[in-house]
């Protein structure tokens, strides 16, 4: 992973393995095959409980990559969740 401030200009570079991301990788691909479901049968319902999912799953891996690289880099909330 390469680090750049907000210029652009390089940081530092940082190797993170992706082994504690495995159950969120798992997790989204499943997420992803419940919305090409969701879009093939009407109804809003199912593509807003999707997107709640997707949400929530992204702001745990984005939890989870901040605390796996806090001795390193220092990421405020708005830069790694979503609104």
């Given at each position: 992973m390469?680090?750049?401030d907000d210029q652009?200009?390089?940081v530092i570079?940082?190797?993170?393995?992706l082994t504690p991301f495995r159950r969120l990788l798992k997790n989204y691909?499943?997420?992803c095959e419940s919305y090409y479901d969701a879009i093939r049968h009407p109804g809003p319902?199912?593509?807003e409980?999707?997107?709640?999912?997707?949400?929530?799953l992204h702001n745990e891996a984005a939890e989870l990559l901040r605390s796996?690289?806090?001795r390193k880099v220092n990421i405020d909330n708005?830069?790694?969740c979503s609104r």
């Open positions: 390469h680090v750049a652009g200009a390089h570079s940082h190797h993170l393995s691909t499943r997420i319902e199912r593509l409980s999707n997107d709640m999912g997707q949400r929530g796996r690289l806090s708005d830069t790694s």
